[in-house]
C-alpha cells in the first residue's frame, strides 16, 4: 500500500495542493472490493474566500474542514448527494480541496453497480438511469463529477468525515499521471467568490467535468 504521507499535505498550501493532487490516485478500499481512480480536476477553498464553507466560522456541517491537514470533509449537496475534500490548512483554520473528477483505474465493476443502485433512490427523474462501463461514454460517466465519484468509491459522510488519508480506507496514492499539462480557471456551481481561478484540471483529459 503505497500512499501520500502526511508531510506532502502539511508543506504545501491549498491552491499549490489543488495542483500536485492532480495525477494522483484516490483509493478506496472497502469490504466490497478497492475502487480508484487518478484526480484529474480539483478546486481549491481558502481562507478570505467567500465561496468557502468555513468563510464565516466553524458549525456542526464544516467542523471537518477545521481539522488537521490530511484529513476528510465530506458534505452533502441537494439534500442527498455528497462531496469529498481533501483538509488542507492547518488545524483550526479551515481550508479544503475538492476533488471534482476521477478518471477510473480500479473496481469500475463495482463503481458501476454503486451508481445503478443510487440511481434507484436519488432524484425520481434519474431513477430509469443506469452506467454501462462497457461503453466509453457510460466509462467516462462513472467519475466525471464530485458527487458521481463519491458514489463510484463508496465514500460516505457517516464512515469517512474526519477520516485520516493517511491511515485510514480512503487514501491518495503518488502521481501515476504525470506528463500533462494543467489548466487554470474558475470554479462550478459557486455564486460568491466565482472569477476567482481556483479550478484546475488535465488539459484534455475527457473525464474532466467540464472544460
Do not use: W
Not at 50 to 75: E, I, Q
Not at 162 to 167: A, K, W
Amino acid at each position: 500500500m503505497n500512499r501520500l504521507p502526511l508531510d506532502f499535505y502539511e508543506q504545501h498550501d491549498t491552491l499549490t495542493l489543488s495542483q500536485l493532487l492532480l495525477g494522483c490516485e484516490l483509493v478506496h478500499e472497502s469490504p466490497e472490493g478497492t475502487a480508484a481512480g487518478i484526480i484529474v480536476e480539483t478546486e481549491g477553498y481558502i481562507t478570505g474566500d467567500p465561496a468557502c464553507h468555513a468563510y464565516r466560522r466553524a458549525t456542526a456541517r464544516n467542523a471537518a474542514m477545521f481539522g488537521p491537514a490530511g484529513t476528510l470533509y465530506v458534505y452533502q449537496i441537494y439534500n442527498h448527494y455528497h462531496c469529498i475534500n481533501v483538509v488542507t490548512g492547518p488545524e483550526g483554520v479551515g481550508e479544503a480541496v475538492l476533488i471534482r473528477a476521477l478518471q477510473p483505474t480500479e473496481g469500475t465493476d463495482l463503481m458501476a453497480i454503486r451508481r445503478n443502485e443510487a440511481f434507484k433512490t436519488g432524484f425520481e427523474r434519474y431513477r430509469n438511469n443506469t452506467v454501462d462501463p462497457g461503453t466509453s461514454e457510460g466509462f467516462r460517466n462513472l467519475c466525471n463529477g464530485p458527487g458521481k465519484l463519491v458514489i463510484s468509491l463508496g465514500i460516505t459522510r457517516t464512515d469517512h468525515n474526519f477520516s485520516s488519508l493517511v491511515t485510514g480506507s480512503v487514501y491518495i496514492r503518488p502521481p501515476v499521471l504525470r506528463d500533462f499539462d494543467m489548466v487554470t480557471t474558475t470554479r462550478i456551481g459557486i455564486t460568491q467568490g466565482a472569477d476567482l481561478p481556483y479550478r484546475y484540471y488535465v488539459k484534455g483529459n475527457r473525464f474532466v467535468s467540464k472544460k
